[in-house]
């Protein structure tokens, strides 16, 4: 989670907008665009996954099984299916005598929040299990296993810039863009406001234009999340163009080459009982190509992603459809929304020099331009309200306008989004990589997995293993080395918990480090390949094959008792 005072800090420079006309000065492609409305049905009730998200999952999952099986039979012959037919077929008879189910586990990645760090931690992960790159680990072709993959704040950065990218591999990333865009961070006051920055100025000051001018209320996540776009995003003008629902058209997508994408958010319910600050029940709301919405009670519904924005009724549109709204930089800022906090209206800057606009001038002058301050909704990711007067979503159907911050904000924060999978029943096993700050040296402790394993509790959602309190954690070095929670019980998923740990870099850097030089780019991603192979270990890649198969009712290889006395929490 980002400093909201260091963040806003750097984003000063962008009081260069305020004596901006509210007419944009030229065409803008970040602006929604008004569309005639399709016949077919837009809003529905929570009751599965969508038809659409359930045929890239079966066809997903027909590559990602192939995919776990090669692996598997890489990291020991034991593994190898005893009635696989010998023809090569894909199909799920490859696993016909695996478990009860006769089917291959399906596989989840969750990155986690915490600004950069987290970002590139998590890529070296992906860089670590992706059998793409061209120095292979004993893990890779994990990824190439994967049917989901689900990021958060700062792990929404990083999945954003893989989906929105076309799904290259982390090196060609690293290489190609992050290298440069992020030793170049435009959240750095100096590089904000050099000359050579001028173009992104003028760029960004006629997307919030014209979004304005097409009738939409404007908040800070906007010019933040342009911002971070220029970084994360290849396309022309930061990836402008990028859309949610236009990750379905990609040609990784339609071959079903990537795992299917969610990012995650919370709900704030100021507007229902004036509690700002996201609370322990807080409503998980989730983004993918095809959807947008949350299984929590109180909207239990979800809508076609590709019309947020459009004005709703009863799950139906009042007037014309909206498109566009689901802008990528705008998801990805809404996911990492940390400035949700200030909780407060904020009053316009008083005076012009740099050094003395305070944090709260700063966010008035940034996204009300010549306006006395903005309102306290301005702080949030806006969205009007698809669940509007919708009978199953009885927590926000009187909202003309859903709230959204960082799912790492508030109190009892889980920034692990981990969520997603509670309420998806298809899923067997959840790589869940850590790269939280819950400590003074920004490690993470086990805390935000705790909170996700209290609110499911509480919510009555039983696919969470057990997760033992915090002082435990740490006093097992659950936080320092991969762990297995939920290895005994069928009623759960398994839990594969990677935490980032310094195998061969200080990884533990601020959540407030906004700019990496090309070297720390590459020492964060290289520690995390290391953080995925377990530091080289050789018996990693076996006990990590033995965790994914731990359910599944095979007999396992002899060394897999070994791995589950070192590896599974009971």
Request: glycine share 10%; hydrophobic share 35%.
């Amino acid at each position: 989670m980002v400093s909201v005072l260091v963040l806003a800090a750097h984003l000063l420079s962008y009081a260069a907008l305020t004596t901006a006309s509210p007419t944009p000065r030229a065409a803008s492609g970040y602006a929604p665009v008004p569309v005639t409305c399709p016949s077919s049905q837009l809003v529905r009730t929570a009751s599965g996954i969508s038809d659409a998200e359930s045929s890239y999952i079966d066809q997903r999952y027909q590559k990602a099984s192939q995919a776990l099986k090669s692996w598997l039979k890489s990291v020991d012959e034991a593994f190898e299916c005893r009635q696989c037919s010998s023809d090569g077929d894909s199909g799920s008879g490859n696993w016909s005598d695996w478990g009860s189910g006769g089917k291959a586990p399906v596989l989840a990645l969750t990155s986690s929040g915490g600004g950069y760090r987290a970002m590139l931690a998590g890529a070296g992960i992906i860089k670590g299990f992706d059998s793409r790159e061209a120095n292979k680990t004993g893990v890779s072709g994990i990824y190439q296993a994967l049917t989901y993959h689900a990021g958060l704040s700062g792990g929404s950065w990083l999945l954003s810039s893989i989906i929105g990218n076309n799904c290259p591999t982390i090196s060609s990333l690293q290489e190609n863009l992050w290298e440069t865009t992020i030793q170049s961070s435009l959240l750095v006051p100096q590089i904000l406001l050099s000359p050579q920055a001028a173009p992104i100025y003028s760029a960004v000051e006629v997307d919030i234009q014209a979004k304005r001018a097409a009738g939409f209320d404007i908040s800070i996540i906007d010019p933040w999340g342009r911002l971070l776009s220029y970084a994360l995003l290849s396309g022309p003008d930061g990836g402008v163009m990028d859309t949610m629902s236009g990750i379905a058209s990609t040609s990784n997508f339609t071959s079903y080459n990537a795992p299917y994408p969610i990012i995650t958010a919370l709900g704030s319910n100021r507007l229902i009982d004036g509690t700002c600050i996201p609370q322990p029940n807080a409503t998980q709301y989730e983004f993918h190509p095809y959807e947008f919405g949350s299984w929590d009670d109180g909207v239990d519904a979800f809508v076609n992603s590709g019309y947020l924005g459009t004005s709703f009724s009863n799950g139906a549109p009042t007037g014309s459809c909206v498109t566009h709204y689901d802008q990528l930089g705008y998801v990805l800022g809404t996911s990492s929304n940390v400035f949700g906090s200030i909780c407060g209206p904020v009053p316009a800057a008083n005076s012009t020099a740099v050094s003395s606009l305070t944090l709260v001038e700063d966010l008035a002058e940034l996204a009300a331009p010549g306006q006395p301050g903005i309102p306290e909704s301005g702080v949030f990711g806006l969205y009007p309200n698809p669940f509007h007067n919708y009978p199953s979503s009885s927590l926000v159907s009187a909202q003309p306008t859903l709230e959204l911050v960082d799912g790492g904000v508030g109190i009892a924060y889980q920034g692990n989004p981990i969520w997603p999978f509670l309420h998806r029943e298809n899923v067997d096993v959840i790589i869940v990589n850590d790269n939280s700050a819950d400590t003074l040296t920004n490690f993470p402790n086990g805390t935000e997995m705790l909170h996700t394993y209290q609110a499911a509790a509480a919510a009555g959602l039983t696919r969470m293993p057990v997760i033992p309190s915090v002082p435990t954690f740490v006093s097992k070095g659950l936080n320092q080395q991969p762990t297995f929670f939920g290895c005994n019980t069928n009623e759960t998923v398994t839990i594969i918990y990677i935490p980032n740990y310094n195998y061969t870099y200080q990884s533990g850097t601020s959540t407030n480090k906004i700019q990496y030089y090309a070297n720390e780019t590459d020492g964060m991603i290289s520690n995390g390949v290391q953080t995925a192979n377990r530091g080289g270990d050789a018996d990693w890649p076996l006990c990590l094959a033995c965790g994914i198969m731990k359910k599944s009712g095979e007999t396992l290889p002899s060394g897999c008792a070994t791995c589950f006395k070192e590896y599974c929490f009971n």
